[in-house]
């Protein structure tokens, strides 16, 4: 079996959908398919990481002139107009692979009937459900998303494949999840460990950091904050950790982060990818939404009982909010820990590959 991806990260879109799709890939190879990806040079573009994970790779040049407008919303996120796109993609994918798979806010129908070569099938990886897709297979690993949420905008014969328990996460998060559930219980707040994204460009970390200086918190405490080594607050907040009054550790570009994870006791996360992997090992979090596309997920997991929700990051009163929810934590982890256990188990890729398998061979 033969998969191409279409996935960018930048600055501005954040790693996330390149991860994810690396995440895919691995479980793919580990069943024997071949997988390359089609990225474009984007600032902060993920292409040295893709090679060194032992993929192939088309790099499309970076966009130039205005950028796109809408539709789709995000068309912008490109850099280049659909078309152009769908040109250049279709003309690096060489062969025609079994499947093409596009997780792209920019793209939709149009994109994908131009792209798709004859006898490909084409699956999407979506979070919005906010455009047409003509697609025989669609991922959405949101909370609170299902099927009827793309009613009308996807083909009758689509599969959907919805909900955290189809999350795309790396093994280990499966691997680790035992342990970490089991060691959780009764471990009271002695670690925090705070991740707001691996580029955030918005520097949402030091937001979260002074309000963090002014929180009232245990003195054991002692505070890890991961960060992509590209970020461009990284200096930034490093010159904050020297001065806040509890031990801070600033780590970047990690590849431990289920062990990271397994060792805390309360998270304060962004609303994107990394929440499904907190589920996974039952990782309390005060869940910050960062973006306005965040606000969904970070109200389903408040809903769900497996979060706390300060509200928007750009409100005059988050820092407020923010101390209230790390005051609450305390007498509310357990309850977290088990909502959240309950909401993503880990195993999401290898229920996709599987389902990718099936089609295939059908």
């Not at 002139?65 to 060489?94: I, Y």
């Not at 461009?232 to 990690?254: F, K, Q």
């Not at 928007?312 to 820092?319: G, I, K, Q, Y």
Request: aromatic share 4%; proline share 6%.
């Amino acid at each position: 079996m033969t998969i191409a991806f279409r996935a960018d990260a930048s600055l501005s879109i954040g790693t996330g959908h390149v991860m994810r799709c690396l995440t895919l890939a691995r479980d793919l190879r580990a069943r024997g398919a071949t997988c390359r990806f089609v990225t474009r040079a984007l600032p902060g573009h993920l292409a040295a990481q893709i090679e060194a994970a032992g993929f192939g790779l088309a790099l499309l040049p970076a966009g130039t002139g205005p950028a796109p407008e809408a539709p789709p919303a995000h068309a912008a996120w490109a850099c280049v107009d659909w078309a152009t796109d769908a040109a250049e993609t279709r003309a690096a994918l060489d062969d025609r692979p079994d499947w093409l798979v596009m997780d792209h806010y920019a793209f939709d129908a149009r994109w994908q009937r131009a792209v798709r070569p004859e006898g490909s099938k084409l699956m999407v990886i979506d979070d919005l459900a906010d455009r047409p897709h003509d697609c025989d297979m669609l991922l959405d690993q949101n909370l609170g998303h299902d099927a009827h949420d793309y009613d009308g905008l996807v083909p009758e014969h689509c599969i959907c494949l919805t909900g955290p328990r189809h999350a795309l996460l790396r093994p280990e998060f499966a691997q680790t999840r035992a342990s970490a559930l089991a060691e959780r219980v009764r471990r009271g707040l002695r670690h925090l460990l705070i991740n707001m994204g691996g580029v955030d460009l918005l520097d949402a970390t030091s937001q979260v950091l002074r309000a963090v200086k002014g929180a009232d918190l245990p003195e054991d405490l002692r505070i890890t904050v991961v960060m992509g080594a590209r970020a461009p607050a990284l200096d930034h907040v490093r010159a904050l950790a020297r001065d806040m009054p509890r031990p801070t550790e600033i780590a970047a570009d990690v590849t431990d982060m289920a062990a990271r994870m397994a060792s805390a006791d309360l998270a304060i996360g962004a609303a994107g990818s990394t929440t499904w992997e907190r589920c996974a090992l039952g990782l309390p979090t005060i869940i910050v939404e960062i973006a306005d596309n965040q606000a969904g997920i970070a109200r389903a997991l408040s809903d769900a009982g497996a979060a706390l929700y300060p509200g928007p990051l750009n409100v005059p009163e988050f820092a407020q909010n923010l101390q209230a929810a790390l005051a609450a934590a305390p007498s509310q982890l357990g309850k977290m820990s088990d909502r959240a256990a309950d909401i993503c188990d880990g195993n999401g890729a290898a229920r996709v590959v599987a389902a990718l398998h099936m089609e295939t061979f059908a």
